[in-house]
Structure formats: structure tokens, C-alpha cells
């Protein structure tokens, strides 16, 4: 899904998922936050990124459920505040998704659920998304 929209929104990287699905972005229909998990092929421990992340649902899903190191991104203090109420314990950055403060290739994936429509520029998240990912090897 992530992959049209790169396309559509002309970003630099428009094949970022067609090798492997590292970026899961989801509309909230029943199920569809489980099958982009499925499609990302991650293992538990992996570093994961919720762009975003708001109260910190998805977050706490992807660390309670999944095994995931998660780590939550958003620009509002006040829904930071209540993420830190359901799970104190869960990384959280207070940071705009457009400059994103981790380093180059941290990450195995990138969940940004309901977030591009409320970017002033989501050609920049897009490619802030690019930039965190590890690179993708593929074995034969």
C-alpha cells in the first residue's frame, strides 16, 4: 500500500516495498494490521518505528504481541503523555515525522498508520522513512 502511494506522491524511492515489505501501513480495517506484519517477515527483537504512534495502541500491540523493539514517534506532547500511561516502559520520542531522530538504517520497519495526510510534506516523511531502514539483502 505504502508503495502506491510513494509512487502517486512522486517520492525518490518508489520501489520501497516491492523487494520486501518494510514499511506496514495499514487503514484500520479489521485484520489489515496483522497481514502487513505477516507480509514484513519480521523476527521478534526487531527494531520497529510507529510513525506517529499517537496513545500508543499499535505501539503496545507490536511490543506486547509481537515481540517487537518498538520504538514510538509523535509530535503531540499530550498523546506522548498518554502512550506513557499505558505503557511507561515504551521508548518515546517527541519529534516531527519529517526529520526523524534516529540514525540511517536503524530500523527493520516502519509502521505509519493514518499519518501522511496530516504531513505538510509526506514526499519528506517518505523519504525519513527510507533513510532509517536497514537495507534489504537478499539470499539465494
Known amino acids: 500500500l505504502l508503495a502506491d502511494q510513494a509512487r502517486v506522491l512522486g517520492a525518490?524511492?518508489?520501489d520501497t516495498l516491492t523487494t520486501r515489505n518494510n514499511i506496514a501501513s495499514w487503514l484500520g480495517e479489521s485484520g489489515q494490521p496483522e497481514r502487513a506484519l505477516a507480509d514484513c517477515g519480521l523476527s521478534q527483537g526487531d527494531a520497529v518505528l510507529d510513525l506517529?504512534?499517537?496513545q500508543g495502541a499499535t505501539a503496545v500491540h507490536l511490543r506486547q504481541r509481537r515481540r517487537l523493539g518498538v520504538v514510538g514517534l509523535d509530535r503531540s506532547?499530550?498523546?506522548l503523555a498518554e502512550a506513557r500511561r499505558?505503557?511507561?516502559l515504551l521508548p518515546l520520542v517527541?519529534?516531527?515525522a519529517a526529520a526523524i531522530p534516529l540514525s540511517d538504517g536503524c530500523l527493520a520497519a516502519v509502521c505509519c498508520e493514518c499519518v501522511l495526510s496530516l504531513t505538510e510534506d509526506p514526499c519528506q516523511v517518505l523519504d525519513e522513512c527510507w533513510r532509517v531502514l536497514a537495507p534489504v539483502v537478499a539470499s539465494c
Open 12 to 14: 525518490e524511492h518508489p
Open 52 to 54: 506517529g504512534c499517537g
Open 77 to 79: 506532547t499530550a498523546l
Open 86 to 88: 499505558h505503557q511507561a
Open 94 to 96: 517527541c519529534a516531527d
